[in-house]
C-alpha cells in the first residue's frame, strides 16, 4: 500500500512543506492512517474544510488529546479557523469539560498562536456583565433548547437549584453569548465536546435535539461524527450515532 495522491495533497494543505518522522519509523502506520483519515474520511462527505477542523479541534479538547490538538491547530488556521474562532473553542470547553481538563489546551493554544507572530490577547469577546449575563443566558438557553428553558434557571430541588442558575449565568450567559462563535457553531462543538468526552449520553442527546432544532440537521451531525471518528475511534462514534437518532425520536 501507498499514501494516496488525495491524501498526500489534503496533508501538504494542513502542513505545507512537513513530513512526519512517522514516516520513517512507522511508514506501514501512516500510509493506512493518512489514506483513512485524509482521503476516505474527508472525501466521504460534502463537510466544508473549516468546519471539519473546528469540530476536531473540539474533538481533540473532549478526548483529551493535547499532543494531536498541538498538531492539529495549524492546520485548522492554515483551513480558515480564526485565532479568535480557536480561542473561543477552547474557552467554551471549560463549562463542558473543566479547567482541569482544559488548561493545557489554553497554554498550547497561546504557544501556537504566539508562534505564528499573532498578539495576545485578542480583542475581546465578550458581551455581557455581571448584570446581563443571566438574563441573555436564559434568553440563549431558549433560543437554542425553547421555551421550557425560560424558568429552568431556577428549578430543581432547593439543596441543587444552584446549579441550574450557573447553567443559565454562566454555561450560557457567560460562554453562549460572547461573539467569535454563532450559537450553531457553539453547539456543534458542544455536540462534539461530550461525544468525545463520552458518559454524558444524556447531555449528548439533549444537545444533538439543540443542534438539529437550530438548523444542525441528522445529516450534518453525521457528517460531524464521521469527521472526527479517526481521532475518537469507533466506539464514542457510533456512541454519538445512537445518541442522535435518539434525539431524533
Avoid at 444537545?207 to 475511534?233: E, R, T, W, Y
Amino acid at each position: 500500500m501507498a499514501i494516496t495522491e488525495d491524501a498526500k495533497h489534503y496533508h501538504e494543505r494542513m502542513f505545507p512543506g512537513f513530513d512526519s518522522k512517522l514516516l520513517q519509523t512507522d511508514p506501514e502506520f501512516i500510509e493506512l492512517f493518512d489514506n483513512f483519515a485524509f482521503d476516505e474520511v474527508v472525501n466521504s462527505d460534502h463537510l466544508d474544510d473549516r468546519t471539519r477542523m473546528m469540530a476536531i479541534l473540539a474533538t481533540l479538547l473532549g478526548c483529551q488529546g493535547i499532543d494531536e490538538f498541538k498538531a492539529m491547530l495549524p492546520a485548522a488556521l492554515n483551513f480558515g479557523v480564526t485565532p479568535v474562532e480557536a480561542k473561543e473553542i477552547v474557552y467554551q470547553a471549560v463549562a463542558y469539560l473543566g479547567i482541569g481538563r482544559v488548561f493545557p489546551f489554553l497554554q498550547t493554544t497561546n504557544d501556537v498562536l504566539i508562534a505564528r507572530g499573532i498578539e495576545l490577547p485578542l480583542p475581546l469577546q465578550s458581551t455581557t456583565n455581571t448584570e446581563t449575563r443571566l438574563v441573555a443566558g436564559i434568553q440563549a438557553q431558549v433560543d437554542i433548547f425553547g421555551e421550557g428553558m425560560k424558568e429552568f434557571w431556577k428549578s430543581g430541588p432547593e439543596e441543587s437549584r444552584h446549579i441550574n442558575h450557573w447553567l443559565a449565568d454562566n454555561c450560557f450567559g457567560d460562554y453562549y453569548t460572547r461573539s467569535g462563535l454563532d450559537y450553531k457553531q457553539r453547539e456543534m462543538i458542544t455536540f462534539c465536546f461530550l461525544a468525545a468526552q463520552g458518559g454524558c449520553e444524556p447531555q449528548l442527546v439533549s444537545h444533538a435535539a439543540a443542534n438539529m432544532k437550530i438548523g444542525n440537521d441528522k445529516s450534518f451531525l453525521i457528517m460531524v461524527i464521521s469527521q472526527c471518528l479517526p481521532f475518537i475511534g469507533y466506539p464514542r462514534s457510533l456512541n454519538a450515532l445512537r445518541c442522535v437518532n435518539e434525539a431524533c425520536k
